[in-house]
């Protein structure tokens, strides 16, 4: 029972998730991995981005019994039995909007394989729907300004917990630990408090831990994954990826590499990238439990397929916890058709014109835009700035996008109509129309005071 | 100084775009995008700290109603962090842009130009 014997001097932490929607057969090659190395450990899967806990609050209010990962099953399946048997706990934020019903599937999964009944311990405490309407809620520095909060709107709020409840679930035995809304990194960072003995105030092994956690939480992209530009970055067999795996000593040192006998790579290129991403203030990198200083950091090439993260501080973490409310945001609507060989350009900019006059002569209340894909879609503004001054005319397979949001699905169904009109009505040989409108949820991020939150284990 | 550094002095300067020289991630929280640029060769990092700035890129992303641009230089990585807000029209989770992350557009910022000492070009081929 390697992880009931804590704590040890050095730890493995593998990631065998990186969002929701990643590669099911990830986890296996670092489970073989972990269990071949022998060393006490850990396996991660992060699978809860900020758009997935929205998709998962809209399941949930369809059915009291989703809400979790929907790839769950699909990810624990073939591990499960190795995990348990190898005594490698699984730590998650699968749990997503439901928590508990991820912990009832989990039972029942180990059930059906005829495999000991896991341990399971639920992170509660994120969810603050019931009381998000009295809480004193400061903006996040990231939000708009001026933006007004429609608090009639809100359907779910979530605070992003830390790691101290996941090390507490892994001291009590849990050999799965199911949180809903928790900070990535923290997925690490609880297991290496429990696992190394760390204290909570240790602020410079906490920023080591939180790191770790931070070049884990995405999965491949610290192993090569998107990082390939071909004749620049090139990276080996993307096709058999190997996730990413930390070694973390107790004394802080920390380095990365990814599963054995897989494709990628992992380098001071590849580390770079994730160091960084989605990181604001290098010098002031907020999580629940340090505020990190990257200004020192470097990454360093021990190896193949291996490096090490130095310079890393930490200092004391914040009073409050970040909150990510989530508000119905009416609905999206898609209606798309191609234009190709011939004055292709010119077609479907008439067809464009066409539909923003159409648009108008419906009366139809909808924020729109109009992409065409194949000459300028993504890194266009909502007002068309780069397709106005383009010359279509070198472009000769383009395919028209028109995108719209109200607050009522009719009004969205009736503008995306008339894309479909344009079979007839619109210029000529146009082809393949398509729809599709979607319910929206919004976010918005506000902090909340770290006194009016109490995060909770429990086992399911 | 390396000896290319050195005799870059003496060069003559060309235009390259970014991506010859740099590589770059975007990512997101909310309606702030962030993008990290770096270096492939230490001695090019001088070069991009004083060209690519916060109003060059302000300038490059202003099309898409971003408001404010930050820059944070960390020379350990030959690396800096842009932190650009509002040019997310809406996040991903209220945007109409097909990429409503904004993941793409560590390729747009990788449009912008700089000028490099022609010694210092190695025909794109920076990275084995």
């Not at chain 1, 009381?131 to 909060?149: A, D, F, K, S």
Request: net charge negative.
């Amino acid at each position: 029972m390697l992880m009931k014997n804590a704590p040890f001097d050095q730890m493995l932490i593998g990631c065998g998730a990186g969002f929701s929607g990643d590669r099911v057969d990830a986890p296996g090659p670092v489970v073989d991995h972990l269990i071949a190395d022998g060393r006490p450990s850990v396996l991660m899967l992060e699978t809860l981005g900020e758009r997935t806990l929205a998709l998962a609050q809209k399941a949930r209010r369809a059915d009291p019994e989703m809400g979790y990962e929907p790839l769950l099953q699909d990810l624990l399946e073939p591990i499960l039995g190795k995990c348990l048997d190898a005594n490698i706990p699984i730590v998650g934020n699968f749990g997503a909007a439901n928590p508990s019903a991820a912990a009832r599937l989990i039972h029942e999964i180990a059930k059906a394989k005829g495999l000991r009944p896991p341990r399971i311990a639920v992170v509660v405490g994120d969810d603050l729907r019931e009381r998000i309407q009295e809480m004193e809620l400061i903006p996040w520095e990231g939000t708009h300004p001026g933006y007004q909060l429609s608090k009639s709107k809100i359907v779910a709020a979530n605070a992003y917990l830390g790691a101290e409840p996941i090390a507490k679930a892994l001291s009590e035995g849990a050999d799965v630990v199911v949180t809903g809304r928790v900070a990535d990194p923290a997925l690490a960072l609880g297991p290496l408090i429990y696992g190394l003995g760390w204290q909570l105030d240790d602020w410079e092994r906490m920023a080591i831990g939180t790191m770790a956690g931070h070049l884990l939480e995405c999965g491949s992209q610290i192993s090569g994954g998107y990082f390939a530009d071909p004749g620049f970055k090139d990276v080996p067999d993307l096709a058999r990826i190997g996730f990413p795996i930390a070694e973390i000593h107790a004394d802080g040192r920390l380095i990365l590499t990814k599963a054995d006998g897989t494709g990628g790579r992992v380098d001071v290129r590849t580390g770079r990238e994730q160091l960084l991403y989605e990181v604001h203030d290098p010098s002031a990198y907020i999580t629940p439990d340090v505020i990190v200083d990257l200004s020192a950091a470097e990454i360093v090439e021990i190896g193949l397929n291996r490096i090490e993260l130095k310079g890393v501080r930490g200092k004391p973490a914040t009073e409050t916890y970040k909150v990510t409310v989530s508000l119905s945001g009416g609905w999206l609507g898609e209606g798309e058709i191609s234009y190709a060989g011939l004055n292709s350009g010119a077609r479907a900019r008439l067809a464009a014109d066409i539909i923003e006059e159409r648009l108008k002569i419906r009366g139809l209340n909808v924020r729109s835009r109009i992409d065409l894909m194949g000459a300028v879609s993504i890194f266009d503004s909502d007002n068309s700035f780069l397709r106005q001054q383009m010359d279509l005319s070198s472009h000769s397979d383009l395919r028209l996008r028109l995108a719209v949001e109200a607050d009522d699905r009719q009004t969205v169904e009736h503008a995306t109509q008339e894309v479909l009109a344009l079979l007839c009505c619109g210029p000529a040989g146009g082809g393949g129309a398509r729809r599709n409108h979607v319910e929206r949820i919004h976010t918005v991020s506000y902090l909340v005071p770290k006194s009016s939150i109490q995060a909770k284990v429990t086992f399911a | 100084m390396s000896k290319e550094l050195q005799n870059a002095s003496t060069s003559k300067l060309v235009n390259v775009v970014l991506h010859d020289i740099a590589h770059a991630r975007a990512g997101d929280k909310g309606e702030r995008l962030s993008i990290c640029l770096f270096a492939y060769n230490p001695d090019l990092y001088p070069f991009i700290v004083n060209q690519i700035d916060e109003s060059k890129v302000y300038e490059h992303f202003a099309h898409r109603g971003v408001f404010e641009v930050r820059r944070f230089l960390l020379p350990k990585l030959d690396g800096m962090n842009f932190v650009i807000d509002g040019a997310l029209e809406g996040g991903v989770n209220g945007s109409l842009n097909l990429d409503g992350h904004g993941k793409s557009l560590s390729f747009r910022l990788l449009e912008l130009e700089v000028e490099i000492p022609n010694t210092l070009l190695n025909g794109g081929k920076n990275y084995e």
